[in-house]
């Protein structure tokens, strides 16, 4: 089993709709989750990260931890052609600081 | 400016031949890291760092090996390339075990 585990898509959706990116990992004693966007060609960027159970927000995007079903989800609202690029979820576990990326999924947001 | 660069951007090698990937960043992070990202595999973990003289190894270490004798320089060196090290290499530091991290601007590396 992967530690960090994405769908790898691609997922298609139409402008405006809301896409959800849903990421899985096996560490149960992970302490900090993120997600990063990157475009082709491109460096991952920083979208969000979170810690705590529960929901965080950020303008459109929403991210979500359930550390007991080990599960980090990723929210994007009013999905915008320029958010089509890969998402990569990664998690830290208690470790000394190693981080670890899903494969990523792929999103194409069609106008 | 402050930040976080590779070198080379590009880098054509043959196999056998020894090649050193350079990462320097200059915010005094003390975590680096080294990915390679590969299509179907996301960003794997090479080698990573907690500070300077303290190194671990990652989720793909085996060809590699890494040195940190100052805080801001973390090479990665291909001691003896191969083909199945063609890849694009990211760098990456963080100034603690929990902060997101800041990534470089990638070395592509062709090994033919």
């Known amino acids: 089993q992967k530690e960090v585990e994405q769908n790898s898509g691609p997922l298609s959706v139409p402008e405006g709709a809301i896409a959800s990116l849903n990421c899985t990992y096996s560490d149960r004693g992970s302490q900090s989750f993120f997600w990063y966007r990157q475009y082709s060609g491109k460096s991952p960027e920083l979208i969000m990260f979170?810690?705590?159970?529960g929901d965080k927000e950020d303008g459109r995007f929403t991210a979500q931890l359930n550390k007991a079903s080990q599960y980090v989800s990723l929210l994007i609202r009013d999905s915008q052609p320029s958010d089509s690029a890969t998402y990569l979820c990664?998690?830290?576990?208690?470790?000394?600081?190693?981080?670890?990326f899903g494969q990523g999924t792929e999103l194409s947001v069609k106008p | 400016d402050a930040g976080i660069t590779q070198s080379p951007r590009y880098k054509i090698t043959e196999t056998g031949r020894q090649v050193t990937l350079m990462c320097h960043q200059t915010?005094?992070?003390?975590?680096m890291f080294w990915y390679r990202q590969d299509l179907g595999h996301g960003l794997r973990l090479i080698y990573y760092s907690a500070a300077a003289d303290i190194t671990d190894k990652g989720e793909v270490p085996d060809g590699y090996v890494v040195s940190r004798s100052k805080t801001e320089n973390f090479p990665l060196t291909l001691e003896s390339a191969t083909r199945s090290q063609t890849s694009v290499y990211f760098c990456?530091?963080?100034?603690?075990?929990?902060?997101?991290?800041?990534f470089g601007n990638g070395t592509r590396l062709t090994v033919t």
């Open positions: 915010w005094s992070h003390s975590y």
């Open positions: 990664a998690v830290r576990g208690n470790q000394g600081g190693k981080l670890i």
């Open positions: 979170i810690y705590s159970n």
């Open positions: 990456a530091s963080s100034p603690n075990v929990n902060s997101p991290l800041h």
